[in-house]
Nanobody, 124 residues
């Protein structure tokens, strides 16, 4: 089992940048595919990005490609989401998730563990 704790969310102006972090407990962090999802008020939770266990393969939602970068540091049991050129439509609660598998998936039901979320608000 793994516990996930996100941090780094805050209020930022459009065009700005933020880096979210997700710290994981446990000794088997490098056995999990890690993902970031987000949920805006009144909307379903949606996939943002994911990264393979070794960090060499990533996947992004079309809406964030070229602006967001997911990375991980297995020595620190941490996954990051660097968000640049933020837009008001990026406003949402951002959740870190872990998947005990060797494949990247982009749907919420494919992830086994979730953090509590961190709020990102982008003002226009």
């Amino acid at each position: 089992q793994v516990q996930l704790v996100e941090s780094g969310g805050e209020l930022v102006q459009a065009g700005g940048s933020l880096r979210l972090s997700c710290a994981a407990s446990g000794r088997t962090f490098n056995s999990y595919v890690m993902g970031w999802f987000r949920q805006a008020p009144g909307k379903e939770r949606e996939f943002v990005a994911a990264i393979m266990r070794g960090g060499g393969i990533t996947s992004y939602a079309d809406s964030v490609k070229g602006r967001f970068t997911i990375s991980r540091d297995n020595a620190k049991n941490t996954v990051y989401l660097q968000m640049n050129s933020l837009k008001p439509e990026d406003t949402a609660a951002y959740y870190c998730a872990a998947r005990s598998s060797v494949m990247i998936k982009t749907t919420t039901q494919d992830y086994d563990y979730w953090g509590q979320g961190t709020q990102v608000t982008v003002s226009s």
